[in-house]
């Protein structure tokens, strides 16, 4: 199995802050790397896809990066609505592992 | 708009068989998707549980170890879950999911998940 793995595991951050998580997969994933947004008793929310693609509908303050094993998510500018916890998620193989998930918290 | 919607038994006794039943709105079951099941443990993370095409071609998590069968029904416009011989361990939001066809495309759209606690 492909293991993905965060960091941090959680953070404080405050409103207009810039955060960044990283994932890295255990082996060379490409760019089959996608990103989920989870509030709490909620859902998952499909961010972003293919490592760097947004989502339809999803703000631009969110970007991702990377190709291979490492690989980012960036929020430019954090916003009330942003505290949540982010998990990252392959999809070159199964099973279809996750990272996780980072808990991106208030300061 | 696609929506999905998870439904069965929110509770199963010790060396039971769990069964949910995803229905989907919006989308046909024979579209070009993959059709997943990801659940979550209180307090943890996601875990990719499995994924079935309309054809009947499953992809399975092998922790699971033969456990879990998924299943389509074209006539209904749904899939389901079976989990058989759970214990506590299998207690979790269950969440079904639409996934695109190729590797580049994640699970875009989810249902809105249901609780299953395996107790006696």
């Known amino acids: ?107 | 708009q696609v929506q999905l919607q998870e439904s069965g038994p929110g509770l199963v006794k010790p060396s039971g068989t769990l069964s949910l039943t995803c229905a989907v709105s919006g989308d046909s079951i024979s579209s070009n998707n993959w059709w997943t099941w990801v659940r979550q443990p209180p307090g943890k993370g996601l875990e990719w549980i499995g994924e079935i095409y309309h054809s009947g071609n499953t992809n399975y998590n092998p922790s699971l170890r033969g456990r879990v069968t998924i299943s389509v029904d074209k006539s209904k416009n749904q899939f389901s879950l079976k989990l058989s011989s759970v214990t506590a361990a299998d207690t979790a939001v269950y969440y079904c999911a639409r996934k695109g066809p190729v590797a580049a495309v994640g699970m875009d759209v989810w249902g809105q998940g249901t609780t299953v606690t395996v107790s006696s």
């Not at chain 1, 492909?2 to 951050?13: E, K, R, V």
């Not at chain 1, 094993?69 to 942003?82: A, H, K, V, Y």
Request: net charge positive; with cysteine.
């Open chain 1, 1 to 107: 199995d492909i293991q993905m793995t965060q960091s941090p595991s959680s953070l404080s951050a405050s409103v207009g802050d810039r955060v960044t998580i990283t994932c890295r997969a255990s082996q060379n994933i490409g760019t089959y790397l996608h990103w989920y947004q989870q509030k709490p008793g909620k859902a998952p929310k499909f961010l972003i896809y293919a490592a760097s693609s947004l989502q339809s509908g999803v703000p631009s303050r969110f970007s991702g990066s990377g190709s291979g094993t490492d690989f980012t998510l960036t929020i430019s500018s954090l916003q009330p609505e942003d505290f949540a916890t982010y998990s990252c998620q392959q999809t070159y193989s199964t099973p279809r592992t996750f990272g996780q998930g980072t808990k991106v918290e208030i300061k």
